[in-house]
């Protein structure tokens, strides 16, 4: 645990004396038309920043391909340190990247998005310069098709390629800023913070995570509320979904494994409440699903993120921190003769800290850092008693740079067992383009 405190604090003092030099030298620096750029569409800045920096280039052009609250979004992203134009909706949910483009807009309301992505690595590094091994990777090849419009009473939603998710989206009722719209398919789940595609929980975000699914969909419907009031954007977004459950009777739960229905579906259910007010969010999120052996997994997370505030120097830093705890129940054998070894009840915890720094419109900096452990039955987040490999911090630093939907990153990853520390570092290179 200390070492994962050292870490992290060393992170976020290189990024604090890096802001402090930028901030004197400004910030006048951007490639053509970079200003202009930003303004185009909707989309997610703030939320890329709840989200790994080497993949969600994409997110906000994916995120507007698909949004049923698209459309009646403002088509100029606000400033820094301002309020969001949508009722209902964080700057989280709002913000388009610095250069980024929008989704290809078709008639009839039809919006077409992408993402896709090329990696160089080197992993299995021990911190040497010349460990480990060369790998070539692609992570994203993703294809976002929608329809939505104010003239569209029923739209639709859907990854094409891999079909993670494909939904039907209504709006019920509007009145003031008070809205109400459906969904219904294979549905996102609302659970963290925005964007929905990656969550960084444990340090690790997007392809690298590993305590949530990478993409979080499944079966199921939703109602979301949304308003403004008295200057304060408030949602929630209530679900039913097909749930977790055990392959068997002795298993730890797998919730990267374990989405699926081995013996009937379970219904699991779900609510994530938001409130935002100019650069800063709040979720909460709780989860839960009834699985067999009389076991249940009971969910919940809390997540702030503040994104530039109109301050100097501070307007060059958003940061996000979060965490999350799963509690699975005792199993039905527990407390009698015939139960079966580990019957009682366990948990799961992550947690994250990142913080970004702008050096100009087009160029940051990024430090991530967090704790994940597994299937502890004590302590609020380690129990040390049964600590193995699957235990860890993970901390990383990348630089990245992104101009009109392309987007290049550089990033090194640590990664520290609890347990049988081995070589499992890595270096990350890697270039996107999202549209």
């Known amino acids: 645990m200390m070492r994962h ?10 990024l604090g004396s890096v802001a402090a030099a930028a901030q004197g030298a400004g910030s006048s620096a951007q490639p053509p038309n970079a200003k202009n750029a930003e303004g185009r569409g909707e989309g997610t800045d703030k939320a890329r920043g709840a989200t790994g920096a080497q993949t969600d280039a994409g997110v906000a052009s994916a995120k507007a391909a698909v949004s049923v609250d698209a459309a009646a979004t403002s088509e100029k992203a606000p400033a820094s340190g301002e309020a969001a134009p949508e009722p209902g909706q964080s700057r989280a949910e709002t913000d388009r990247g610095q250069g980024q483009e929008g989704p290809l807009l078709l008639p009839g309301g039809i919006r077409l998005g992408g993402l896709f992505d090329a990696s160089y690595e080197r992993v299995g590094m021990d911190g040497g310069a010349t460990s480990g091994k060369n ?30 998710f494909y939904e039907l989206t209504m709006r019920l009722w509007r009145k003031g800023s008070f809205r109400l719209s459906a969904r219904a398919g294979k549905i996102m789940v609302p659970f963290g913070p925005d964007p929905l595609f990656h969550k960084n929980y444990g340090g690790l975000s997007a392809i690298d995570q590993r305590l949530l699914p990478v993409v979080w969909s499944s079966f199921g419907a939703g109602l979301r509320a949304a308003a403004v009031l008295k200057g304060f954007s408030l949602a929630d977004d209530l679900y ?8 068997t009777r002795t298993s730890t739960l797998d919730m990267q494994r374990d989405l699926q ?72 054998s527990y407390g009698t003769p015939n139960a079966i070894s580990d019957s009682g ?38 129990d040390s008693e049964r600590a193995d490999a699957t235990d860890g911090s993970h901390h990383n ?21 609890k347990v049988g520390e081995y070589a499992n570092d890595f270096l990350r290179c890697m270039v996107m383009y999202a549209f």
């Not at 098709?145 to 891999?162: W, Y």
């Not at 609510?271 to 997994?297: K, Q």
């Open 261 to 332: 229905a081995y013996d009937g579906a379970r219904v699991a259910v779900g609510d994530r409440l938001s409130l935002s007010r100019g650069p800063v969010t709040l979720w909460y999120s709780l989860y839960w699903n009834p699985m067999r052996f009389g076991r249940s997994v009971l969910m919940q997370a809390v997540d702030l993120a503040i994104w530039r505030p109109a301050w100097p120097v501070l307007n060059r830093l958003a940061l996000g921190v979060g965490a999350l705890r799963a509690l699975i129940s005792a199993d039905s």
């Open 5 to 14: 405190l050292r870490i992290t604090s060393v992170l976020v003092v290189v």
């Open 397 to 417: 630093l990348t630089l990245v740079a992104e101009y009109s939907g392309a987007q290049f990153s550089l990033g090194y990853y640590w990664n520290f067992e």
């Open 135 to 164: 790998a070539f990777r692609n992570y994203h090849h993703f294809l976002f098709l929608s329809r939505q419009g104010n003239d569209v009473p029923i739209g639709f939603n859907a990854e094409v390629i891999g079909q993670y």
């Open 240 to 247: 039913f979904v097909q749930g977790f459950d055990l392959p």
């Open 345 to 382: 009840a366990y948990y799961h915890f992550a947690d994250y800290l990142w913080l970004r720094f702008y050096a100009t419109r087009w160029l940051y900096l990024q430090a991530r850092s967090g704790l994940l452990t597994f299937n502890n039955h004590k302590g609020l987040a380690y």
